[in-house]
């Protein structure tokens, strides 16, 4: 009979000092967030476009692994993002906030249009806009994420997307 | 004569298949007439499309340049006659994706006028080896074998690289083609001094001519220029009649026993491959200055009159080339064009012969093939498999479309020679999955790609922008710094500046 009180009282003490020192590891240790928020960033499109209500992709990884943001708010994504990141942060897939174009897009700027007043310019999350003062623009196709961002600030509206194959 | 060597490598896998040859090789390689009209397609290359230096209207003379080499991994296009070019619009043409792609059409005007060239034609072994590469640039030069590679680029590659032997590919392991073959037996000093260029340019000293055993008639003409040569360096070796022995990895690992990495090159085992084909391309194109305006085509199957091989000008509609064939029978039924493994079945003849069409192939009837049903694991396509793959478990996770797996699993590698296709009891399209799950996997990559540029675009714009509002700031602080210490001197210079100004205006 004292045999099996030892062995309680044995492993009782083991489980006390375990999750002492457990609680107190969790508590004072610096987390692993920042190796999180960079793998969080990777699966996301880094179209820098802004519509998930983050000033840009790497702000929105940062919400979703400190602030808990909704994993659905990337319309470039896709379903594919938000399935990534389901998987990589064990959460549930959830279908799209809001439904997005289909395929990628390029802005392009209606060069006869154009007065160069260079606000799609400092509007371009990813510089893809060049152009100078009073000159015309012209988008880099290659750089283009298809954001939008762009399209707004144009006084003269020469801006639109072109789907791209 | 000199006879050839059998030492071997070993090959894991491959398949002995009917081989059909002997269909289309009865006859000597037959010229087809001048056709009325040339589609010469702007892309006959694996690479960038060339672009087009003739204007609709222009009259182009036989061998003139007509669209110039773009791009790090491209090949100029030449007019194979001569004629006014009429069009430059999409036509179908045979390729793995899409169907229409933009091509020049030239309207034959019957002279075949050749254009006079500015320089005489030197002897090669007069030239360097710089001088030889770049003038293989300009021939519009592609790999012949069908991956229609740039060849001056695979050259340049190459020569970077510790080079041991040049092997020659005339394996030709496929069913039914036969112009490698025809071409062995009819231009064997051409392919001889193919090699003895390609050995100047690429300062080697052994090159392999390798063979399949199924072509004793090649094997003997070759042997024979050999002979009256004398060259020490070319050695004629014969490989077993099985496919897929004449894949390019293949080749070097049943000729030298070195398996190329996964992901690598021949070169990186100290090989390089060459199509015979190109081999006397390259020869016409240094001896002679007649750049690639034809090729040796195989038309043949149970769906065409008389099966042989022609030598094709670029440019002519496989209908043509089947009617000089004497037409279709009456139960043709599927084109084919390529050869029934790894070849690209078309719906229209109107599609031109272009740099990689080795095999025009017109079949009575489409194999019969059993519904597909599911995998049940048997294993018999790991065991065909030439790079040593698991097509079972790739099928597993192409249907799962899990890209990591399928990289992990060696999908990359696959060289896409249906052996797996062939033995599976359960009929599954395999070869048609993984082609096109790794066009899935580069779509994700270049995605990936895209991403990543887009990431670091974004973060050095906001280091940027954060530069610029930190030297603002300092600007700000450094001027009211000055205000603060100005004592009333400094104030009231700058009022009376002030008023100065005032006055002025």
Request: charged share 20%; glycine share 8%.
């Amino acid at each position: 009979m004292p045999a099996m009180w030892t062995a309680i009282l044995t492993i009782a003490l083991i489980a006390l000092i375990a999750g002492i020192a457990l609680s107190y590891a969790s508590q004072s240790l610096p987390s692993d967030s920042g190796k999180l928020i960079d793998r969080v960033n990777d699966l996301l499109p880094q179209t820098q476009c802004a519509q998930c209500g983050y000033p840009g992709c790497k702000p929105y990884a940062e919400a979703i692994v400190n602030d808990n943001a909704a994993i659905n708010l990337c319309p470039p994504g896709g379903d594919d993002t938000i399935r990534r990141l389901a998987e990589t942060l064990a959460k549930d897939i959830l279908p799209l906030a809001e439904q997005a174009a289909n395929g990628r897009a390029v802005a392009i700027v209606d060069e006869s249009l154009c007065i160069g007043c260079t606000h799609c310019r400092s509007a371009c999350p990813v510089d893809a806009i060049v152009g100078a003062q009073q000159l015309m623009h012209t988008v880099i196709e290659t750089e283009c994420t298809g954001c939008e961002l762009c399209i707004a600030p144009c006084p003269v509206d020469c801006i639109s997307m072109r789907s791209v194959a | 004569m000199t006879a050839p060597t059998y030492d071997l490598g070993k090959l894991h896998g491959g398949l002995r298949l009917q081989a059909q040859k002997k269909l289309s090789t009865a006859h000597p390689i037959r010229k087809p007439p001048l056709p009325e009209q040339l589609v010469l397609p702007i892309t006959q290359h694996a690479g960038d499309p060339a672009q087009p230096v003739v204007g609709i209207g222009e009259q182009v003379l036989k061998g003139q340049l007509i669209a110039e080499a773009e791009g790090s991994l491209g090949a100029p296009v030449h007019a194979s006659s001569s004629g006014k070019v009429v069009a430059i619009e999409p036509w179908p043409v045979s390729r793995r994706f899409g169907d229409n792609a933009p091509c020049i059409v030239i309207e034959c005007d019957g002279k075949d006028q050749e254009i006079e060239s500015a320089e005489t034609p030197l002897a090669y072994d007069s030239l360097s080896a710089e001088v030889l590469l770049a003038k293989i640039l300009q021939g519009g030069i592609v790999g012949l074998g069908g991956a229609v590679f740039p060849t001056a680029q695979k050259l340049m590659q190459a020569i970077t690289c510790d080079l041991e032997f040049l092997i020659l590919n005339g394996v030709e392991c496929e069913p039914y083609i036969s112009c490698d073959d025809l071409l062995m037996r009819e231009h064997a000093a051409e392919v001889i001094g193919g090699a003895q260029i390609l050995m100047r340019a690429l300062q080697l000293d052994v090159t392999y001519i390798v063979v399949e055993s199924d072509k004793p008639e090649a094997i003997r003409s070759l042997g024979e220029v050999l002979g009256e040569h004398d060259d020490a360096r070319i050695i004629l070796k014969q490989v077993p009649t099985i496919y897929p022995s004449g894949g390019e990895d293949q080749l070097v690992q049943l000729v030298t026993n070195r398996e190329v990495p996964s992901g690598g090159l021949p070169t990186d085992v100290g090989c390089l491959v060459q199509n015979v084909g190109t081999a006397v391309a390259i020869h016409d194109w240094i001896v002679h200055n007649k750049p690639l305006l034809s090729r040796i085509t195989t038309v043949t199957g149970d769906g065409v009159a008389q099966a042989m091989n022609v030598e094709a000008r670029l440019g002519t509609t496989v209908a043509d080339i089947v009617e000089f064939a004497g037409g279709y029978t009456e139960h043709a039924n599927q084109l084919i064009i390529g050869g029934p493994m790894t070849g690209k079945s078309v719906t229209s003849d109107r599609v031109p012969v272009v740099k990689a069409t080795n095999c025009i192939l017109v079949l009575s009837e489409t194999p019969a093939q059993g519904p597909e049903l599911p995998c049940i694991r048997c294993g018999d396509c790991a065991s065909v498999c030439p790079v040593q793959l698991l097509p079972q478990q790739l099928f597993w996770y192409a249907c799962a479309d899990d890209e990591a797996k399928m990289r992990s699993y060696g999908l990359i590698d696959c060289i896409e020679c249906g052996c797996c296709d062939l033995v599976c009891p359960s009929h599954i399209p395999l070869t048609a999955d993984f082609r096109t799950a790794k066009a899935r996997i580069r779509e994700l990559a270049d995605e990936k790609g895209r991403a990543e540029r887009a990431r670091l675009r974004f973060e050095s714009r906001n280091e940027r922008l954060e530069k610029q509002q930190q030297s603002r700031d300092l600007e700000l602080e450094k001027q009211k710094e000055a205000a603060r210490t100005a004592g009333p001197d400094a104030i009231a210079e700058i009022l009376k500046r002030k008023q100065e100004q005032d006055e002025d205006q």
